[in-house]
């Protein structure tokens, strides 16, 4: 699944995740912490479409 921030469009893919921001590739979008930020602008997860 892919995940993309609203604002900026930023893209979240599970399978490759996000190694360069501590996130392990394979980590499901719901196993993120309830805090995770968008990298690039800020924002909360709740300003992310699943794509």
Known sequence: MKYVCDVCGW???EEQGSPENGI???T???D????FACPLCGVGKDQ???E
């Open 28 to 30: 499901k979008w719901e």
């Open 24 to 26: 392990e590739p394979g």
């Open 32 to 35: 993120l912490p309830e805090d």
């Open 48 to 50: 992310f479409s699943q």
């Open 11 to 13: 893209e979240y893919d």
